[in-house]
């Protein structure tokens, strides 16, 4: 950011998307808003999720707890935030990272393909499974 100030241009910085990471094990991982968070701002979302426990590759690990969780506009379907509990999450956190520092809906995330067995997989499953819709409120 400084070398921008000095040569005259001005930084980009998106608060809403600076992961948040906590090495514990397994590592805990997110980016972006919660379902609270949402429900308080009267932001209509849906829910992907999908268990590390059928993911082939945490499976091979024996690393095969926690989930991937996303969160999508209801209506647009961009994605708002992502939550991961297990192997790896700071690293897989990155890709819902990039997704919403560039205005990515879970359905492009879905149409991407990734490699297999992978634990980004998971960030696969997880965005193609969004059936339920949740009220901004309670």
């Not at 998307?17 to 609270?36: D, F, L, N, R």
């Not at 499976?59 to 209801?74: E, N, Y």
Request: charged share 20%; proline share 5%.
């Amino acid at each position: 950011m400084v070398a921008e100030i000095v040569a005259g241009q001005h930084g980009h910085l998106n608060y809403d998307t600076i992961p948040w990471v906590i090495y514990t094990s397994p590592e805990i991982a997110w980016v972006g808003k919660t379902e609270q968070a949402l429900k308080a701002e009267g932001i209509l979302y849906q829910i992907g999720s999908f268990p590390f426990s059928a993911n082939g590759r945490a499976k091979a690990m024996d690393q095969a707890v926690g989930m991937v969780k996303m969160l999508a506009h209801a209506e647009t379907d961009t994605l708002l935030g992502c939550h991961i509990i297990g192997p790896f999450a700071s690293e897989l956190v990155q890709e819902a990272v990039l997704a919403m520092e560039f205005g990515a809906s879970s359905e492009d995330l879905a149409r991407t393909i990734h490699g297999h067995p992978t634990l980004y997989e998971a960030m696969h499953e997880a965005a193609l499974v969004r059936p339920r819709s949740r009220p901004a409120q309670d």
